[in-house]
């Protein structure tokens, strides 16, 4: 069945290091694949989407692309700040299934 | 705009209590929907409707009602809690059918804890 995998956190990373989230779906069809981002004590916000294969969805300096070869769609950010500790999520919406479905979250703590 | 908005952030019951959690936007969405939030098992969709007065069954719905009279409103009740149902509970909207451009906005959860 379809079904997202993403990288254990937590994460722990340092002012300006860089940051990769990786995340790999299962799912029938072409599905479009999303980044969500979860601040403390709010609900999931879009980050970051791709709708087609070989796609790059970029966003506050995150990127990810769409790689249909190997069913992934990591996210990257080349120098991450305090203000992105969060949990990110990576999902996918499949029009079969007429949901998203959600990887188990990530969270990401920078410290200064 | 408000958003999408739940009340109440937090709630302890008893099992076997019942309770309605709620949940409005703002912004002329057609498609709302629940989730739940569990440890290491991501948001998983309990009811989700395309529209007032139609709803349908998500991945997970036992336990739960749902109903949409206005545009507005999506409640979420538990007839009978269970310890299972502890959890936290979204809602999100969208302004038309879940497709690939449609964005979900996020209410800002409901934490649950029944004991």
């Known amino acids: 069945g379809n079904s997202v995998t993403q990288m254990e956190g937590p994460v722990t990373l340092s002012e300006e290091a860089f940051l990769t989230i990786n995340c790999t779906y299962t799912a029938t069809g072409y599905p479009s694949l999303f980044w969500y981002v979860q601040y403390p004590g709010e609900g999931l916000q879009l980050l970051l989407k791709a709708t087609k294969a070989d796609d790059k969805g970029s966003n506050k300096g995150f990127e990810a692309t769409y790689r249909k070869e190997t069913t992934s769609f990591h996210l990257e950010k080349g120098s991450v700040q305090v203000s992105d500790s969060a949990v990110y999520f990576c999902a996918f919406y499949s029009g079969s299934a007429r949901q998203l479905t959600f990887g188990s979250g990530t969270q990401l703590t920078v410290l200064p | 705009n408000a958003g999408v908005t739940q009340t109440p952030k937090f709630q302890v019951l008893k099992t076997g209590q019942s309770m309605t959690l709620q949940c409005a936007q703002d912004?002329?969405?057609?498609?709302m929907s629940w989730y739940r939030q569990d440890p290491g098992m991501g948001l998983r969709l309990i009811h989700y409707?395309?529209?007032?007065?139609?709803?349908d069954q998500g991945e997970v719905p036992n336990g739960y009602n749902v109903s949409r009279s206005t545009t507005e409103d999506f409640p979420l009740r538990l007839l009978s809690a269970a310890p299972s149902q502890t959890s936290v509970y979204f809602c999100a909207s969208s302004y038309r059918s879940l497709t690939t451009n449609n964005e979900q906005f996020f209410g800002p959860g409901t934490r649950l804890t029944v004991l």
């Open positions: 409707s395309v529209g007032a007065g139609i709803t």
């Open positions: 912004m002329n969405h057609e498609y």
